[in-house]
């Protein structure tokens, strides 16, 4: 089982959906969770950072951790076409480098 | 957040020869990695470059195919060596911060054809 998974997609919507991505995770001792958005051929950008379990939310994005479960979310509210990217989710112990997962890759059609 | 450039963007390399990739971070930071990206698959985490002493390699990467310096805490470099087809990747640098959000940023990557 890898430590990080994530279904890669492809994932269609139509502008003003909601949109709900997911990761799952085997290792127990992550505590850092982030979500990072990568348009094609650039690096990736921080979207999310949640530490330990909970809720943030950021405009239309909201970020979940549930640790219990070893399952994060990320949420996009009335999604746009400029959503439209790879969405890694990332997560790690501390002190260490992150580990990410496949990444989905998000169509938002006008 | 930490602006990190690389250098170069893209190359397009010959087999067996080696490419040396620019970090630079624009404020001094604790710890920079290097990722590697290949086609249609996610991060993968190289090494961790140590400033000071050497880089720790994650199973699967040796140094003598990536060495990697850190002279300072704003730049860090990763060779590409006696290189091969399928080292065709983005080499990403990163770098963490502990100033409260402990989170990673990434440099926009280099683009690598090795024909």
């Known amino acids: 089982q890898k430590e990080v998974e994530q279904d890669p997609g492809p994932l269609s919507v139509p502008e003003g959906a909601i949109v709900s991505l997911n990761c799952t995770y085997s290792?127990?001792?992550?505590?850092?969770f982030m979500w990072y958005r990568q348009y094609s051929r650039k690096g990736p950008e921080l979207l999310m950072y949640?530490?330990?379990?909970g809720n943030k939310e950021d405009g239309r994005f909201t970020a979940q951790v549930d640790k219990s479960s070893k399952y994060i979310s990320l949420f996009i509210r009335d999604s746009q076409p400029s959503d439209s990217a790879t969405y890694l989710c990332?997560?790690?112990?501390?002190?260490?480098?992150?580990?990410f997962g496949k990444g989905t890759t998000l169509s938002v059609s006008s | 957040s930490a602006v990190i450039s690389q250098k170069p963007s893209r190359d397009i390399c010959q087999r067996g020869t080696s490419l040396t990739i620019q970090c630079q971070v624009d404020?001094?930071?604790?710890?920079m990695f290097w990722y590697r990206q290949q086609p249609g698959q996610s991060l993968t985490l190289i090494a961790t470059?140590?400033?000071?002493?050497?880089?720790?390699?994650e199973s699967g990467f040796v140094i003598d195919k990536f060495p990697i310096s850190r002279p300072n805490l704003t730049f860090s470099t990763l060779t590409v060596s006696n290189m091969s087809p399928e080292d065709s990747s983005i080499y990403l640098c990163?770098?963490?911060?502990?100033?409260?959000?402990?989170?990673?940023?990434f440099g926009p990557g280099t683009r690598l054809t090795v024909l």
């Open positions: 990163s770098v963490g911060t502990t100033s409260g959000t402990d989170t990673q940023y």
């Open positions: 290792n127990s001792a992550f505590q850092y």
């Open positions: 949640t530490y330990s379990s």
């Open positions: 990332a997560m790690r112990q501390a002190g260490t480098a992150l580990i």
């Open positions: 404020s001094q930071v604790t710890m």
């Open positions: 470059a140590n400033q000071g002493s050497e880089a720790t390699y």
